[in-house]
């Protein structure tokens, strides 16, 4: 080989652990707005890429030595992109149909990942056993040859693990797009072993090898950059969109926490969905109108503390709540925090959330905003952090601990509330997060899945309650309240902690 061509099969190596790394990162997102991202539909998409991966190594080495050449690895890349292409459509055409059938929920993530990625990722595997067959002129060199070619593609993984985790997701916003730029970036590496080829062949040569890369080059121009640039990954998911003509989709993106869309009925109904999840709902006739139901009960801190001022809300969603604060009461300042900058943009675009010098808006971990607002207290904290899908397993663990009820008690009023929304209220994570709470506040009360805490008691009466309420459009509070009041503390689930707070076991009815 001549020193051109060790440079490319180094830069393709290179290249291609980052690939494969990019791919797997892509792989979580893609699975996990259709099957969740709990325990085990992360390890199934592990198991499935050290499978790929293994069986990769294995027909890489075959293939070195029965095709010692370069054009095996230039044909390896243009495969994978070629495969790649297709994982949008292959998505929406199969996900959905796994997820509505009968097989055991612990197979479908399985079964989706083998479909979208085992092929590709068995290529992109294939690599470095191949280049270190290009690459090892003697056996007596051929351990540190393998040495330094693993260690290249190692470095590659943990390149295009940064860059796709913390850049190339909020860039391109697109998951599809993700797995589109890899594949171009594929055929970007196929060229670059071409034109190092190039000056070693024979005329005849060259001239196939040309009018391939004229295939491929059209191929790129015509499929792949279209598909780059202007796929939506709302027309790769219909049967999961609920599809009607009465809906219309306002706007798709992926960011580095969600599948983020919002739809809008005929009717002029707007609604924000996360994964599969809907968030929020507005009337864009009424926007400080009804919302969820549940959102109704975030009122409850204020009509039973009529004294209260200063509002901190967790999660943002649609923004629904920290309207009809600022628009109901006069008095009132709201801070909104979210981990998720492109909820705050959505928030703002779509759902009318307008920051003011009464609705202030941050951007942040609700943890960390709260570890950086040292002596800064509150009336009411809300915390509403998470998605809903089928599995109920995207609450982040970080914010349901007894360490984080300490750090929010901090941060309260002497007679002030936290309010915990909790959309599993069925399964064990309830009355965990109730044993929990009660560690630290001493007052509890609980209304289906709201947990409210308090270090000064909670004792005004429902009808006074719903007496204070009057004023206000609260449709949904009266189911609330006639559930409202303490709860017995569970001792036969675990207080969750920082060391140990397992939600997506929970969430299972599983210990």
Request: positive net charge; proline residues 5%.
């Given at each position: 080989m001549t020193s051109s061509e060790r440079i490319a099969v180094r830069v393709a190596v290179f290249l291609g652990g980052a690939m494969l790394m990019?791919?797997?990162?892509?792989?979580?997102?893609?699975?996990?707005?259709t099957f969740g991202s709990a325990l085990r539909e992360t390890t199934a998409v592990i198991a499935v890429f050290l499978a790929a991966m293994s069986l990769g190594y294995w027909a890489g080495g075959r293939a070195g030595d029965r095709w010692p050449r370069l054009g095996t690895l230039i044909a390896v890349f243009l495969a994978a992109a070629a495969m790649l292409v297709f994982v949008p459509w292959l998505d929406a055409a199969t996900s959905p149909r796994i997820a509505e059938s009968e097989l055991d929920y612990a197979l479908h993530a399985f079964l989706a990942t083998s479909i979208l990625f085992a092929v590709p990722t068995f290529l992109f595997a294939s690599i470095s056993p191949i280049a270190v067959r290009l690459m090892a002129t003697t056996t007596v060199h051929s351990g540190s040859t393998a040495g330094s070619i693993s260690a290249?593609?190692?470095?590659?993984?943990?390149?295009?693990?940064?860059?796709?985790?913390?850049?190339?997701?909020?860039?391109?916003?697109?998951?599809?797009?993700?797995?589109?730029?890899?594949?171009?970036?594929?055929c970007i590496t196929a060229a670059i072993l071409i034109l190092a080829a190039l000056p070693r062949m024979r005329a005849e040569q060259r001239a196939v090898v040309r009018r391939y890369a004229i295939v491929a080059g059209v191929t790129v121009a015509v499929i792949v950059l279209p598909a780059f640039f202007f796929i939506r990954s709302t027309r790769l998911e219909r049967s999961l969109l609920t599809p009607s003509p009465n809906w219309k989709v306002l706007f798709a993106g992926d960011s580095a926490y969600h599948h983020i869309l919002v739809r809008e009925s005929r009717r002029g109904v707007r609604l924000l969905t996360f994964n599969a999840g809907i968030q929020s709902k507005m009337n864009v006739n009424d926007p400080y109108g009804p919302g969820n139901d549940y959102i109704d009960t975030m009122h409850l801190s204020r009509l039973m503390r009529p004294n209260v001022r200063k509002i901190l809300n967790i999660g943002i969603g649609g923004g629904t709540a920290a309207k009809q604060y600022v628009h109901y009461y006069s008095d009132t300042v709201v801070d909104l925090v979210d981990v998720d900058p492109m909820v705050i943009d959505v928030a703002q675009r779509f759902f009318r959330l307008e920051p003011s010098e009464r609705l202030r808006?941050?951007?942040?971990?609700?943890?960390?905003?709260?570890?950086?607002?040292?002596?800064?207290?509150?009336?009411?904290?809300?915390?509403?952090?998470?998605?809903?899908?089928?599995?109920?397993?995207?609450?982040?663990?970080?914010?349901?601990?007894?360490?984080?009820?300490?750090?929010v008690s901090q941060h309260l009023e002497d007679d002030g509330i936290?309010?915990?929304?909790?959309?599993?209220?069925?399964?064990?994570?309830?009355?965990?997060?109730?044993?929990?709470?009660?560690?630290?506040?001493?007052?509890?009360?609980?209304?289906?899945?709201?947990?409210?805490?308090?270090?000064?008691?909670?004792?005004?009466?429902?009808?006074?309650?719903?007496?204070r309420?009057?004023?206000?459009?609260?449709?949904?509070?009266?189911?609330?309240?006639?559930?409202?009041?303490?709860?017995?503390?569970?001792?036969?689930?675990?207080?969750?902690?920082d060391d140990f707070a397992p939600v997506d076991l929970l969430v299972r009815g599983r210990r």
């Amino acid at each position: 080989m001549t020193s051109s061509e060790r440079i490319a099969v180094r830069v393709a190596v290179f290249l291609g652990g980052a690939m494969l790394m990019a791919l797997e990162i892509a792989a979580f997102r893609i699975i996990g707005k259709t099957f969740g991202s709990a325990l085990r539909e992360t390890t199934a998409v592990i198991a499935v890429f050290l499978a790929a991966m293994s069986l990769g190594y294995w027909a890489g080495g075959r293939a070195g030595d029965r095709w010692p050449r370069l054009g095996t690895l230039i044909a390896v890349f243009l495969a994978a992109a070629a495969m790649l292409v297709f994982v949008p459509w292959l998505d929406a055409a199969t996900s959905p149909r796994i997820a509505e059938s009968e097989l055991d929920y612990a197979l479908h993530a399985f079964l989706a990942t083998s479909i979208l990625f085992a092929v590709p990722t068995f290529l992109f595997a294939s690599i470095s056993p191949i280049a270190v067959r290009l690459m090892a002129t003697t056996t007596v060199h051929s351990g540190s040859t393998a040495g330094s070619i693993s260690a290249l593609s190692t470095v590659g993984s943990i390149v295009g693990s940064i860059l796709t985790g913390f850049f190339l997701i909020d860039w391109l916003q697109s998951i599809a797009r993700t797995v589109l730029f890899v594949a171009l970036c594929a055929c970007i590496t196929a060229a670059i072993l071409i034109l190092a080829a190039l000056p070693r062949m024979r005329a005849e040569q060259r001239a196939v090898v040309r009018r391939y890369a004229i295939v491929a080059g059209v191929t790129v121009a015509v499929i792949v950059l279209p598909a780059f640039f202007f796929i939506r990954s709302t027309r790769l998911e219909r049967s999961l969109l609920t599809p009607s003509p009465n809906w219309k989709v306002l706007f798709a993106g992926d960011s580095a926490y969600h599948h983020i869309l919002v739809r809008e009925s005929r009717r002029g109904v707007r609604l924000l969905t996360f994964n599969a999840g809907i968030q929020s709902k507005m009337n864009v006739n009424d926007p400080y109108g009804p919302g969820n139901d549940y959102i109704d009960t975030m009122h409850l801190s204020r009509l039973m503390r009529p004294n209260v001022r200063k509002i901190l809300n967790i999660g943002i969603g649609g923004g629904t709540a920290a309207k009809q604060y600022v628009h109901y009461y006069s008095d009132t300042v709201v801070d909104l925090v979210d981990v998720d900058p492109m909820v705050i943009d959505v928030a703002q675009r779509f759902f009318r959330l307008e920051p003011s010098e009464r609705l202030r808006v941050h951007l942040g971990d609700g943890r960390m905003f709260l570890k950086r607002s040292p002596g800064v207290k509150w009336d009411v904290i809300i915390i509403d952090t998470y998605t809903t899908n089928r599995y109920g397993d995207t609450i982040p663990p970080h914010l349901v601990t007894r360490e984080f009820f300490e750090e929010v008690s901090q941060h309260l009023e002497d007679d002030g509330i936290v309010q915990f929304h909790c959309a599993f209220s069925t399964t064990k994570l309830l009355p965990a997060l109730i044993r929990t709470m009660s560690e630290v506040f001493p007052s509890v009360r609980v209304t289906r899945g709201e947990i409210f805490g308090s270090f000064a008691p909670m004792l005004t009466s429902n009808e006074t309650l719903a007496e204070r309420a009057r004023p206000y459009r609260l449709p949904y509070l009266p189911n609330y309240l006639a559930d409202f009041g303490p709860r017995p503390v569970s001792t036969d689930v675990p207080i969750l902690t920082d060391d140990f707070a397992p939600v997506d076991l929970l969430v299972r009815g599983r210990r």
